[in-house]
């Protein structure tokens, strides 16, 4: 134990306060952001002039994971707890619209409600209890949480168990089937993305965010000047499980399917690679993580079979070679200092 | 009923023992190096790999054991050297992401050297058998021998941490690792020793189940998480601990699991008992692992200071 772990109460100390900030901060990260978003909501002319339909499921899919890994940032790169039950979220999410439509409520708002309640409710609890903790417990006890609800799920037969159960159709609005065509759905969830990104950018840079990123660089300090940690990382925390809630009722609909492969643990770790892969603690750089790691998954793939050993490998290489891991690297390359 | 209970109670152990002999080390790793390490369960994957391919080369059970315990010592050292003891001064976020880097390697490396189909070890002759317990209730000797196995390690790594020189600078380690440094010990051997011994300890916990499970690809992926479980249960670097939450995850899951759903049913209907029991069954070491931080958030044996 260093005897840094002593003193910063959850979470892992330090361990955002050299990366924070990093290439695309400030100004430059909402350009950023309207760029990407601008070439997404282009992107499904692209894919009618290609005659790619393909293109716009991937790119929904995409933009699922960054609206779980923008979620994630909030919890990793402004409040750095290490979270690493993020999927269990949208499993929770996705479960909500499996279980509401096999029961015959098919309207999304409905489902919505009840995913964003229950990701929330239990963010709620298991937060409490994991940010009673720091260092390594928490980032053990988020990922015993999260394989919790993998095996709930696992064992509910009622609706699938293991093999997952598929959506009797997509999720509809006031009774009419808006979802069914990709392209609405792919523009709905487009909607959402950037609704969320400006919603938690909103969040940072309010008086609640500033708090949270003053715990994240010294928890002692801010209690010395009378907040308690504990209430606004567990704001954050529940915040996030809603957003990723959110996500999880999109990748029900987009999948039409809904099975507890997509919480497992891996899946809670790919999360945080996209989120450090894209600059912890700017939001926009989880959303281009997100896009860059599932590009190269979907590229590795083409290659080989066996493209997680290439991942694993690109993941072990870029922390041991990058000083101050993937962003630290990165922003070296780029000539940027740190903070 | 109490026949059966006595069963299921020897199963929870042997179930105990097992995690146990994976979490000392992981424990050990996490107390004195501060390193969140997510490769462990694959050390004892690996081990069980080994064991099945020597034990099929060799012929020998025994003889398969005696070569893959080295075998496992030296790959836990070779992934110290080479990935491990490049982390220790890193963040525990760097720490996640190169060893969950290290998760994928490894499962996916198995997967091409020995395929993903699941691979058998017959059980040794010498313990196929199995001895009576009480009345017509008869008990595998070979998961007796897990048991025995276990106990006997345990004991040896009590013997070891409370009564010899390395063990003091481990429990020193763990207190205060840059303190033993500056007082001249040479903390990177201790660091060096420690991993490979956490190492050979998961592959014999992998090499001893390989002959009772299938030694398969990501087998180490579930082991994995419930050694966290215990580790937390029992405090992290706290050798002690893991022993006594061990036994407590190994029993509590398994008596769940059988007797979870023969409670119920006193209070509910069979079906909804058997259905609710079955969903309730897995959750109950994780409801455990919250009930025990709720009211000690560092674990039942806190490590400061201690490791035994």
Known sequence: ?339 | MFNLFLLQALNGIQFGILLFLVAAGLTLIFGIMDLINLGHGVLYMVGAYFVATLTAWTGDFFLGLALALPATLAFGILLERLIFSRLYERDHLDQVLATFGLILILNEGVKMIWGAAPMSVPIPDLLSGSIPLIGFMRYPVFRIVIIAAGLLTALGLYLLVSHTRIGMLLRAGATDAPMVSALGVDIKRLFMLVFGLGAMLAGFAGAMVAPILSVEPSMGDSVLILTFVVIVIGGVGSVRGAFVAALLVGLVDTLGRTFGPILLRSMMEPSAAAQTGQTLAPMLIYILMAAVLFFRPSGLFPSRGAVA
């Open chain 1, 1 to 339: 134990m260093s005897a840094a772990s002593q003193v910063s109460p959850a979470a892992t100390p330090g361990v955002a306060e050299h990366r924070q900030g990093g290439m695309l901060a400030g100004r430059g990260a909402a350009m950023a952001a309207a760029v990407i978003f601008l070439l997404l909501a282009l992107l499904p002319l692209a894919a009618t002039a290609l005659n790619d339909p393909f293109l716009m499921v991937t790119a929904t899919r995409i933009m699922i994971f960054a609206l779980a890994a923008l979620s994630l940032d909030l919890v990793l790169g402004y409040g750095a707890m290490v979270s690493f039950g993020h999927a269990a979220f949208i499993g929770i999410g996705a479960y909500a619209v499996a279980i509401l439509s096999a029961n015959g409520v098919g309207d999304i708002l409905v489902q919505a409600i009840a995913a964003v309640a229950a990701s929330a409710l239990f963010a709620l609890v298991t937060g409490a209890i994991s940010l009673r903790t720091r260092g390594v417990y928490f980032i053990m006890i988020t990922l015993a949480f999260g394989q919790m609800a993998y095996f709930f799920m696992v064992s509910l037969s009622a609706y699938g168990g293991d093999d997952g159960i598929t959506l009797p159709a997509r999720s509809t609005l006031f009774g009419a089937p808006l979802l069914d065509d990709d392209m609405a759905l792919f523009y709905a969830v487009l909607a959402v993305l950037i609704l969320a990104f400006a919603g938690l950018r909103a969040v940072v840079a309010s008086r609640f965010g500033r708090v949270l990123r003053g715990t994240r660089d010294n928890a002692q300090r801010m209690q010395a000047i009378g907040f308690s940690p504990f209430r606004y990382q567990l704001t954050a925390y529940v915040m996030a499980g809603a957003i990723a809630g959110i996500a999880g009722v999109f990748l029900a609909n987009q999948a039409e399917f809904v099975s507890p492969a997509y919480m497992t643990w891996q899946r809670s770790g790919e999360l945080i690679v996209m989120v450090v892969l894209g600059g912890m603690g700017t939001l926009v750089g989880a959303i281009a993580g997100a896009i860059a790691f599932l590009l190269v998954e979907d590229w590795l793939a083409i290659f080989s079979e066996h493209w997680k050993l290439g991942l694993g490998i690109l993941l072990v290489l870029l922390v041991l070679f990058t000083r101050g891991g993937i962003v630290g690297g990165v922003e070296r390359l780029t000539g940027r200092s740190q903070p």
